[in-house]
């Protein structure tokens, strides 16, 4: 199994940027894809980002095509999610993902989920 533990939430004003972590640890993170996905308040929890285990394909929803970045340092064991030019439609608990047979993109998709990490993006 692999445990995942996201850092790098906190409260950012509108415009601003962030960069999430998360750190990987059990056996061989480097055969797994990985994820993020993002959870408002009354929300389902929805796709936001995916890599695969070589960098070599990358996902994006929509909503966040342009202004975030998804990337793995499988050296480090992390993968991580920079975002740009923040809204406060994107305040949500941010939860990291694995997954051991393909990038995921959909919550059946994920195979190991971290505790997730608040983001607040104010006005």
């Known amino acids: 199994q692999v445990q995942l533990v996201e850092s790098g939430g906190g409260l950012v004003q509108a415009g601003g940027s962030l960069r999430l972590s998360c750190a990987a640890s059990g056996r061989t993170f480097s055969s797994y894809d990985m994820g993020w996905f993002r959870q408002a308040p009354g929300k389902e929890r929805d796709f936001v980002a995916a890599?695969?285990?070589?960098?070599?394909?990358?996902y994006y929803a929509d909503s966040v095509k342009g202004r975030f970045t998804i990337s793995r340092d499988n050296a480090k064991n992390t993968v991580y999610l920079q975002m740009n030019s923040l809204k406060t439609e994107d305040t949500a608990v941010y939860y990291c993902?694995?997954?051991?047979?393909?990038?995921?993109?959909?919550?059946?998709?994920?195979?190991?989920w971290g505790k997730g990490t608040l983001v607040t993006v104010s006005s």
């Open positions: 993902a694995a997954s051991s047979f393909r990038t995921p993109r959909t919550f059946s998709d994920v195979s190991y």
């Open positions: 890599i695969s285990i070589s960098g070599g394909r990358i």
